[in-house]
């Protein structure tokens, strides 16, 4: 897949034994990290569109996202902290955003929590807009920010 603005980082598939590496990153940015084996199945049920950014030969971002009808739905994203604000995170976006386009999806969607400032800046400079607030969405009853988003060409 794509080497992006870096010599060093590619962007690729998942595969099973990115999960140790895959589930600390997820662990280091959520305070309701995805269990590994909910890891493993979203790569069983989303194989083609769980990939991870690897430089040097180490894991240090993922994204995960499924193709629901003819729309496309980021589940989760994630850049290991020391590698933050390099633009890993959006070479991940723009390259499922792209795995999506081959499926057919044009429309894409998201949530994120309200508080997650930094996020929700991210997302709206890679065009994403908001769309409503899920009241309560997360399990300890704080709001979701709906983001979409359309890809036309
Ligand atoms: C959100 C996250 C994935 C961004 O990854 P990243 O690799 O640091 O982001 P990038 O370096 O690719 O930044 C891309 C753009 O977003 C903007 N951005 C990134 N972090 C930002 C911040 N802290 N404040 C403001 N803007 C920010 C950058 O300015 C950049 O814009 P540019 O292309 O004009 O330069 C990362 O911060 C992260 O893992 N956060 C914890 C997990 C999380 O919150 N995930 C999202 C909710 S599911």
């Known amino acids: 897949m794509s080497a ?3 010599d060093m980082l590619l962007i690729r ?3 099973p034994s990115d999960l140790q590496k895959v589930y600390e990153i997820e662990a280091q940015s959520f305070k309701d990290p995805y269990h590994p084996i909910f890891l493993i199945n979203l790569y069983e049920l989303y194989g083609d569109t769980f990939l991870v950014a690897e430089e040097d030969s180490q894991v240090v971002g ?4 499924r193709k629901v009808d003819a729309k496309g739905h980021i589940i989760a994203i994630a850049v ?3 590698h933050r604000c390099r633009g890993i995170g959006k070479a991940l976006m723009l390259a499922v955003e792209e795995e999506l386009r081959k499926k057919g999806v044009v429309e894409l969607w998201l949530e994120v929590r309200v508080s997650n400032t930094r996020a ?3 997302y709206k400079r890679l065009g994403y807009v ?3 607030i899920l009241k ?3 399990s300890d009853g704080e709001d979701a920010m709906l983001l979409k988003k359309y890809m036309l060409w």
């Open 136 to 138: 309560g969405y997360y």
């Open 62 to 65: 993922y994204v995960i996202a």
């Open 13 to 15: 598939k998942f595969r």
């Open 80 to 82: 290991d902290p020391r």
């Open 130 to 132: 908001e769309k409503g």
């Open 120 to 122: 929700v800046k991210f």
């Open 4 to 6: 992006g603005a870096f």
